[in-house]
């Protein structure tokens, strides 16, 4: 990014002027974690309304691993909205974690009645990751990386025997929101601005 350019420049778009199709998936976020890139599509189902306004009932994730030999998954999805006057900001949190099966489906309702989209509206997506489950790897709290079969990097940092727990670096499902409620604007790793087209 250089000087004149501005976060919100970096964005990525979502059509949500067609009718429901179970065939057509759109990209709306992609990373990397643990050296695998990958990336998530969502299909909308939405309500149009007269006002050329249009509430989207449910959103059915997918991701996908593309490289990488650990695959990544969706453990769970939440919902923040933020009500700025009569605006709302709509923020999807997905909720991801390594070992966990790629390609699976995950179909999230949204909750609130009166969120409604209009064209050119952005809406956030955030993701955060959470650790290894602990039966596969032991807990990150006890026991030296050594003494375990995989050491998660993500959470921890080890240099010979020297190893620290990190577990509220940012991006991480129990760290705490940094700068405010609404999520950085792209170009960051754990985040993506989406623009609705109606």
Do not use: W
Request: hydrophobic share 35%.
């Amino acid at each position: 990014m250089t000087p004149k350019e501005k976060p919100e420049q970096f964005i990525t778009t979502i059509d949500l002027s067609k009718p429901f199709d179970e065939n057509i998936y759109q990209f709306i976020y992609g990373s990397q974690l643990y050296g695998t890139s990958f990336a998530v599509y969502g299909l909308f189902d939405c309500t149009p309304f007269e006002d050329n306004s249009t509430k989207i009932n449910r959103i059915r994730f997918k991701l996908i691993n593309y490289r990488g030999c650990v695959n990544i998954g969706v453990d769970h999805i939440e919902e923040l909205i933020i009500r700025k006057g009569n605006l709302l900001l709509p923020v999807i949190k997905i909720f991801v974690r390594p070992l966990t099966p790629s390609f699976k489906s995950i179909d999230y309702y949204i909750k609130d009645e009166d969120l409604r989209v209009s064209n050119d509206q952005p809406f956030f997506v955030k993701r955060l990751a959470m650790p290894f489950d602990s039966r596969i790897v032991g807990s990150n709290e006890s026991g030296r990386g050594q003494e375990k079969i995989f050491f998660d990097t993500e959470f921890n940092y080890r240099d010979g025997y020297f190893e620290t727990f990190e577990p509220k670096r940012e991006g991480h499902a129990d760290a705490p929101e940094f700068g405010g409620p609404l999520p950085f604007p792209s170009p960051r790793c754990i985040q993506a601005i989406v623009r609705v087209k109606i």
